[in-house]
């Protein structure tokens, strides 16, 4: 807590694991966890000791957008294992309309 101009009180975050990171070319937000500071423009010693500041470039976890490209597009991101078969879903016919309409603007 540190104390600014006019009494009001600013809320430093010391250590963060995660936040809020959109998918920018799908207009999609999901909180997830940050893995490490990959690059910042102002030090190295940053980067180096995985400081966040503003306008840092950070490596996060991609699996919440991962999950949800394949519910909306019903499309695995990734590598897959050779011989391994991705699990088919019921679904119904309004669905795999809705799936195959989003599919053509993909």
Known sequence: ???VR???FKY?????????FNFISEAVTRKTRILQV???STSNELVRTNTLVKNA???IDATPFKQWYA???NVQLGKTKE???VAQVKQSASVKAKITKRNKNR
């Not at 430093?12 to 809020?20: H, V």
């Open 1 to 3: 807590r540190v104390r």
């Open 6 to 8: 006019g009494g009001n």
């Open 12 to 20: 430093r975050a010391m250590r963060l694991d995660s936040g809020n």
């Open 38 to 40: 990959k690059y910042n």
């Open 57 to 59: 470039v950070v490596e």
């Open 71 to 73: 519910q909306h597009y």
């Open 83 to 85: 011989g391994e078969e």
